[in-house]
């Protein structure tokens, strides 16, 4: 499961993978927030090829995620690349984490923009990985396994 597709170019990666694997299915929260972006370019990038693994979910993250969740029940990997704030990020990390699989992943884009996944990794007391990108310190992906 993601949140934030914009133009598809993460969702393809993950949807080329799955479709490699034979197995799997994306769902991706999404919404218009600005003006010029419209529904139909949500996910524009995806190969159509690979589309029949990909159920797009439009709305806020507030609106869909929990619903989506409990339909769910356990999902594998819960990637965060929806709206960057503290609120959004953290609302995402307490709803997923209880949903994700044994040995299963939570990962942030923009990990260090913000204190909400390093405070989520301190209540819950768990160690966390963080990816650098070179285009900054702030430029990281968080990355949680799920232990237990």
Known sequence: METGVAY??????????????QKGKLYSIDYVFRPWQSKQA?????PHRLRYRWELVFGTTS??????????GMID???HDSLHTYKTMSFEFHQSWPHIKQGGFLISDDAKGNN????????????????????????AMGILQKQS
């Open 116 to 139: 909400a996944f390093h405070n989520f990794c301190v209540i819950k007391n768990l160690k966390s990985l963080y990816l650098l990108q070179e285009s900054g310190i702030d430029a």
């Open 8 to 21: 598809g170019r993460s969702s393809a990666y993950i949807l080329q993978a799955l479709h490699e694997n």
């Open 42 to 46: 949500i996910g524009s990038a995806i």
């Open 63 to 72: 609106e869909k995620l929990p619903s989506l969740l409990d339909s769910l």
């Open 77 to 79: 990997i819960f990637f």
